[in-house]
């Protein structure tokens, strides 16, 4: 079997994963650890077998950041409001993408959610101190991120 073959099986299994994540945590608030671990196996994968060790090391620092940006927003924010499992995934989709993919899934991930908001309280259904799961917007970005990978313009 061909490397594409692999990539595209790793590709297969990280949107179904963003899939089920995205289902979980709107459904009981929770992204299961177990999930996260997954991805961050099939994040390593695909930066090995699409990229190379340099590109991994740079999704390494991705994860990094992504997760201290996180954490420190939780931490002004309260982790009642910005969960550990949205921290993790965060990690997770960095490791994924890497940069500069990543700058994509950010944007991506921001622009949904701000248009979620702002629908969402324009039609009465949010207001200002509203909470909602936060991985279906991670993985939405995340996905456009993986796509943004393969379309060369």
């Known amino acids: 079997m061909t490397e ?9 299994l990280l ?18 650890n177990e999930l996260v671990l997954a991805m961050i196996a099939l994040g390593v994968l695909f930066q090995l077998l699409y990229f190379d060790w340099k590109s991994m090391m740079i999704a390494m620092a991705c994860l990094l950041v992504l997760m201290g940006i996180f954490a420190g927003l939780a931490a002004i924010l309260g982790f009642s409001k910005v969960g550990a499992g949205d921290v993790k995934l965060a990690g ?3 490791l994924v993408l ?11 991930m921001s622009a949904v959610m701000l248009l979620y908001c702002v629908i969402g309280i324009f039609i009465g259904k949010l ?3 509203s909470m909602f799961p936060y991985a ?11 796509l943004s990978v ?3 313009i």
Do not use: E, K, Q, R
Not at 15 to 32: E, N, Q, T
Not at 98 to 108: N, R
Not at 136 to 146: A, E, Q, T, V
């Open 136 to 146: 279906p917007f991670l993985m939405i970005g995340m996905n456009l991120g993986l």
């Open 98 to 108: 890497g940069y500069p993919y990543i700058l994509t899934a950010v944007f991506v």
């Open 15 to 32: 949107f179904s994963l963003a899939l089920i994540i995205s289902i979980i945590d709107l459904s009981i608030h929770i992204i299961p």
């Open 127 to 129: 207001t200002l101190v």
């Open 150 to 152: 393969f379309i060369t």
């Open 92 to 94: 997770a989709m960095g």
């Open 4 to 12: 594409h073959y692999y990539i595209s099986l790793i590709l297969a």
